[in-house]
């Protein structure tokens, strides 16, 4: 089964510099055990090494992206090389001088592919490489540009400090939801903008109805129903780095477990459904997919979920997000997978990473 993504981009540079999916409420949606065998969309690998932290006994990591693979290769080398307060310093979580020699201390348990594509992006090192993606470019240029026409760098920090939910909700009512802040959120958000700037056009073939309306109204609920003080996602789209939270595979309570893990963990250059096609029956527990059938028609989503189903072990789990274009499992494949719907909206409301639309756990009997 050939990839209807591989036909619609260009997989040569960065797309994501760090994950922009929750790795607690995938943790929790995944429930990963020992002696389980875990598939992972790449991405920019921080998803895919907090998998490690719970041993599973193999995690398998697959990207069509040569660049998200050596962002997943930096990844790994920076655990084995260096501390943990390195490690946020190369990210960019915090700031540093000396990124260009954290990443000479890498380089050398790089593949030949990986050192040949880092070296060429000394910009991308010195600025930190999660912030190196053309996403994090969109964000940057958001908070560059626009976000200080609707709120002052004062307010921004405001925001940021949190509080009670009834201390949020009055913030956003009466200082932070003006009508600067809604029309460039509108703006910059809309689908010819995001299109253009943070994702590819083609990526929104299969959307339909407005989209900045619901982004805005899901930062809403991330700013006050959620605590902005406890969002490492929140915190990077408004600074440019993590203020007063950390994703979990940055989290020093984590750092040691993922180390210690990392032999347990491969990555291929390859498409899902190239992966899933060369399957020898159920072979995986738990997939983590990302938010992969966004782009895609329903009847390739349909398809690639009837090879999921063939590859999953009895009790398997599979994870991945909405955020624009609806995709869950249709009522014909009802005696493959079900749904889990009550620990899905469960999660999805704790889900700090706000734009998505829904969080999707399905389960083979």
Same mark, same amino acid.
């Given at each position: 089964?050939?990839?209807?993504?591989?036909?619609?981009?260009?997989?040569?540079?960065?797309?994501?510099?760090q994950?922009?999916?929750?790795?607690?409420?995938l943790? @929790? #949606?995944?429930?990963?055990?020992? +002696?389980?065998? *875990?598939?992972?969309?790449?991405?920019?690998?921080?998803?895919?090494?907090?998998?490690?932290?719970?041993?599973?006994?193999?995690?398998?990591?697959?990207?069509? /992206?040569?660049a998200?693979?050596? *962002?997943?290769?930096?990844?790994?080398? %920076?655990?084995? @090389?260096?501390?943990?307060?390195?490690?946020?310093? &190369?990210i960019?979580?915090?700031?540093?001088?000396?990124?260009?020699?954290?990443?000479?201390r890498?380089?050398?348990?790089?593949?030949? !592919?990986?050192?040949?594509?880092?070296?060429?992006?000394?910009?991308?090192i010195?600025g930190?490489?999660?912030? %190196?993606?053309?996403? !994090?470019?969109?964000?940057?240029?958001?908070r560059?540009?626009? &976000?200080p026409?609707?709120? /002052?760098? @004062?307010?921004?920090?405001?925001?940021? +400090?949190?509080? =009670?939910?009834?201390?949020? !909700?009055a913030?956003?009512?009466?200082?932070?939801? $003006?009508?600067?802040?809604?029309?460039?959120?509108?703006?910059?958000?809309?689908?010819?903008?995001?299109?253009?700037?943070?994702?590819?056009?083609e990526?929104?073939?299969?959307?339909?109805?407005?989209?900045?309306?619901?982004?805005? %109204?899901?930062?809403r609920?991330?700013?006050? %129903?959620l605590d902005?003080?406890?969002?490492?996602?929140?915190?990077w789209?408004?600074?440019?780095?993590? $203020?007063s939270?950390?994703?979990?595979?940055?989290?020093?309570?984590?750092?040691? #477990?993922?180390?210690?893990? &990392?032999?347990?963990?491969?990555?291929?250059?390859?498409?899902?459904?190239?992966?899933?096609?060369?399957c020898?029956?159920?072979?995986?527990?738990?997939?983590?997919?990302?938010?992969?059938?966004?782009?895609?028609?329903?009847?390739?989503?349909?398809?690639?979920?009837?090879?999921?189903?063939?590859?999953?072990?009895?009790?398997?789990?599979l994870?991945?997000?909405?955020?624009?274009? !609806?995709?869950?499992?249709?009522?014909?494949?009802?005696?493959?997978l079900?749904?889990?719907?009550d620990? /899905?909206?469960?999660?999805?409301?704790?889900?700090k990473?706000?734009?998505? =639309?829904?969080?999707?756990? @399905?389960?083979?009997?």
């Amino acid at each position: 089964m050939e990839s209807e993504l591989a036909k619609q981009a260009d997989f040569s540079g960065i797309r994501y510099g760090q994950c922009w999916e929750d790795a607690d409420v995938l943790l @929790e #949606a995944l429930d990963i055990r020992p +002696g389980h065998v *875990c598939l992972s969309i790449a991405s920019a690998g921080d998803n895919t090494l907090a998998m490690l932290a719970r041993a599973p006994e193999r995690v398998i990591a697959i990207d069509l /992206s040569p660049a998200q693979l050596a *962002c997943l290769e930096l990844r790994v080398a %920076a655990y084995r @090389e260096l501390d943990h307060g390195e490690l946020l310093e &190369l990210i960019g979580s915090r700031r540093s001088a000396r990124r260009a020699a954290l990443y000479r201390r890498c380089r050398s348990l790089l593949s030949s !592919e990986a050192r040949g594509f880092w070296d060429s992006r000394p910009r991308e090192i010195d600025g930190g490489i999660g912030g %190196a993606g053309k996403f !994090e470019r969109y964000f940057a240029l958001f908070r560059e540009r626009a &976000l200080p026409l609707a709120h /002052s760098p @004062e307010r921004v920090a405001k925001l940021l +400090g949190g509080g =009670s939910r009834a201390e949020r !909700e009055a913030f956003y009512e009466n200082e932070w939801d $003006t009508w600067r802040w809604r029309g460039l959120f509108k703006i910059f958000f809309s689908r010819a903008v995001m299109g253009r700037l943070g994702r590819d056009p083609e990526f929104f073939q299969h959307v339909e109805g407005g989209v900045a309306e619901r982004i805005l %109204a899901r930062a809403r609920y991330a700013l006050t %129903a959620l605590d902005p003080r406890d969002n490492p996602y929140i915190q990077w789209i408004l600074t440019g780095r993590h $203020t007063s939270a950390l994703p979990f595979a940055l989290r020093v309570e984590n750092f040691e #477990a993922i180390r210690a893990n &990392l032999h347990r963990l491969e990555w291929r250059r390859q498409s899902l459904e190239g992966f899933l096609s060369e399957c020898d029956g159920a072979v995986i527990d738990r997939f983590n997919l990302s938010d992969i059938f966004e782009y895609v028609s329903f009847e390739h989503y349909r398809q690639t979920l009837e090879l999921l189903a063939g590859a999953s072990r009895c009790g398997s789990r599979l994870a991945y997000w909405n955020m624009l274009a !609806e995709r869950r499992r249709p009522k014909t494949m009802a005696g493959r997978l079900r749904p889990l719907d009550d620990l /899905s909206a469960r999660l999805h409301a704790e889900d700090k990473a706000f734009f998505y =639309s829904a969080l999707v756990i @399905e389960e083979a009997p």
